[in-house]
């Protein structure tokens, strides 16, 4: 149900990336079923007091693998909508388990709140379970009423079949409408104090016609903001891949996003993706005439050179962990744009089980990232999305054109080998089955690689039937060890004892030239026992890591 490790912000929503398979039997324990628990919770305004017919949804789940969207999968659960009622309370269901599989616990709830006298919430995290039954209390501000003044040529204009997206994000929700004043403006409900963004688009069927420069707005709760926008004709953009791209291009895709002028949480952008003529050109059609873009590609063999940093970006990553864009300003747009390509790293993957035997139908994938400039990271080329056919839609996901499928992942044939195309640099690789799946290594079932540009990579990945232990095994560990700000995590590393040995353990994890080396593994474990057993309270935990390191050192061949 929850797909975890590395989940993502992005410009529209939290994107789980998929790193972990579902375990559909265990040998050594148990797991328990999926179990729906809940928490109270008590909107209310800025003084205090109740807010009722608040609409209040769980919308993500955190975990001591990431944070990730609570998807309508048709699973165990599935997040309600749930509205206050005139105390301004509400009671939250929300599953034990994030991944009911692997047995990993929920420990924090994000949730939605909008009502329309009030400024929309989109993310409220509130950590569970609750160590008391008092409600979480969450508090709404009265935002900023917005009204825009649609205007074409200087002139006011009807605002009928304009569509109002903001940086808010309840502009996204479904249903959602702006009114029309007596005088013909936009009146968009209350947005969240500080900085801001609207934008109006015309469609002519799936097609954006007409733009509005993106608007910037300095917002202050509870005073007005009244606005004249001039929309634009779309324009038609038209540029080619580099020539190092062998003709004809397979598999071609471009991604476009518009680029924000500041780094803000909340930034609206506009973004649509296009096909790669096999010719190596392309066509942006139905681009914000005022909006300078940033553009990532894929084909096969070859990807879009990471590009640098515009002025727009303050303090720029050095070094950089993403795949950047290429950025294309006002100017550059209007004549054909190169768009500069790099080849991909060719890895070869073979999967075995623990004999060396060849496992056939194992799926193997990485998921190499975009950070996109002054916004957030995904999947690089993932989740092919037209703004158009969203704005119809009013659901990104069904929204997304499914033409290329996921990107860099295989599945292995009779021999247990598969190919990927990976960018150049350190990736990782998950693998998995239904029957097999890989070992737990620090907390996670992936391995590490390095991909060097001109160089054919092989891995081979030693698989073990599902059965030996859980992700959630790790649930107290997962975060302690590499970077975590739960409130379990935050307690744990509060004992100045406990944060040493797991200072330790980390280090020596990340340093080992083999992290699976049972020797390496059985000390390690040993040390883990001893911060929990010095801890007091732990008893569980200290009887799991006393009993891995055990099950560790009798992996050990005696010497001769």
Same mark, same amino acid.
């Given at each position: 149900m929850f797909a975890m490790k590395r989940l993502?912000?992005?410009?529209?929503?939290?994107?789980?990336?998929?790193?972990?398979?579902?375990?559909?039997?265990?040998?050594?324990?148990?797991?328990?079923p999926q179990e729906m628990l809940q928490f109270s919770a008590r909107v209310v305004d800025a003084v205090g007091q109740p807010v009722a017919g608040a609409e209040v949804i769980p919308w993500a789940l955190s975990c001591s693998q990431g944070h990730g969207q609570w998807r309508k999968d048709g699973g165990d659960s599935e997040p309600p909508t749930l509205t206050t009622d005139v105390d301004g309370s509400v009671v939250v269901p929300y599953p034990r388990f994030a991944d009911v599989e692997e047995q990993v616990v929920t420990t924090a709830v994000t949730l939605s709140i909008n009502h329309p006298e009030f400024a929309y919430i989109s993310h409220e995290d509130i950590n569970v379970p609750k160590e008391d039954e008092q409600p979480s209390i969450v508090s709404l501000d009265r935002g900023a009423p917005v009204e825009i003044v649609p205007l074409e040529n200087g002139k006011?204009?009807?605002?009928?079949g304009l569509y109002t997206r903001c940086s808010d994000a309840r502009s996204w929700k479904d249903g959602f409408?702006?009114?029309?004043?007596?005088?013909?403006?936009?009146?968009?409900?209350?947005?969240?104090?500080?900085?801001?963004?609207? @934008?109006?688009?015309?469609?002519?069927?799936?097609?954006?016609?007409?733009?509005?420069?993106?608007?910037? @707005?300095?917002?202050?709760?509870?005073?007005?903001?009244?606005k004249h926008v001039d929309l634009l004709p779309a324009i038609r953009i038209e540029g080619r891949v580099s020539d190092n791209v062998p003709r004809p291009v397979k598999n071609g895709r471009l991604k476009v996003l518009t680029l924000p002028r500041e780094n803000t949480f909340n930034n609206l952008m506009w973004y649509t993706w296009t096909p790669i003529c096999e010719d190596g050109?392309?066509?942006?059609?139905?681009?914000?005439?005022?909006?300078?873009?940033?553009?990532?590609? @894929?084909?096969?063999?070859?990807?879009?050179?990471?590009?640098?940093?515009?002025?727009?970006?303050?303090?720029?990553?050095?070094?950089?962990?993403?795949?950047?864009?290429?950025?294309? !300003?006002?100017?550059?747009?209007?004549?054909?744009?190169?768009?500069?390509?790099t080849p991909t790293v060719r890895c070869d993957v073979e999967a075995v089980d623990a004999s060396g035997n060849p496992l056939a139908g194992i799926k193997i994938g990485s998921y190499p990232n975009v950070g996109w400039w002054n916004g957030g990271s995904q999947i690089y080329c993932s989740q092919l999305a037209r703004g158009e056919k969203v704005l119809i839609a009013q659901d990104y996901f069904a929204a997304a054109d499914k033409d290329y499928g996921v990107p860099f992942q295989s599945k292995t044939d009779a021999t247990g080998g598969a190919s990927l195309e990976l960018p150049v640099?350190?990736?990782? !690789?998950?693998?998995?089955?239904?029957?097999?799946?890989?070992?737990?290594?620090?907390g996670w079932r992936e391995q590490k690689i390095n991909l060097v540009a001109g160089e054919t990579q092989f891995v081979r990945l030693v698989l073990y039937p599902k059965g030996t232990e859980f992700l959630g095994e790790w649930d107290k560990l997962a975060g302690v060890l590499f970077g975590c700000t739960g409130e379990q995590c935050r307690k744990l590393l509060s004992d100045p004892g406990f944060k040493t040995k797991m200072t330790a353990v980390r280090l020596q994890l990340e340093n080992a030239e083999n992290p699976t080396d049972p020797k390496l593994l059985s000390g390690a474990y040993k040390t883990i026992a001893e911060a929990f057993d010095e801890l007091g309270d732990q008893k569980e935990e200290v009887a799991r890591w006393r009993r891995k390191a055990a099950e560790q050192a009798a992996k050990l061949t005696p010497a001769k």
């Open positions: 993502i912000w992005n410009f529209f929503a939290v994107v789980a990336i998929a790193g972990i398979f579902a375990a559909t039997c265990r040998a050594e324990v148990n797991p328990q006011p204009i009807s605002p009928t409408s702006p009114l029309v004043t007596a005088d013909g403006a936009l009146s968009i409900p209350p947005m969240p104090a500080g900085k801001g963004n609207v @934008l109006l688009i015309r469609l002519d069927g799936e097609r954006a016609t007409h733009f509005s420069p993106i608007v910037e @707005l300095e917002l202050e709760n509870g005073v007005a903001v009244r050109s392309f066509v942006i059609d139905g681009w914000p005439a005022e909006e300078p873009m940033q553009v990532i590609a @894929l084909c096969d063999g070859y990807m879009a050179e990471s590009g640098n940093a515009p002025d727009v970006v303050k303090n720029p990553r050095d070094p950089d962990p993403f795949c950047r864009p290429q950025v294309f !300003l006002l100017e550059e747009q209007r004549s054909n744009i190169l768009l500069k390509m640099g350190k990736e990782e !690789l998950y693998a998995g089955s239904d029957d097999f799946e890989l070992p737990i290594v620090r």
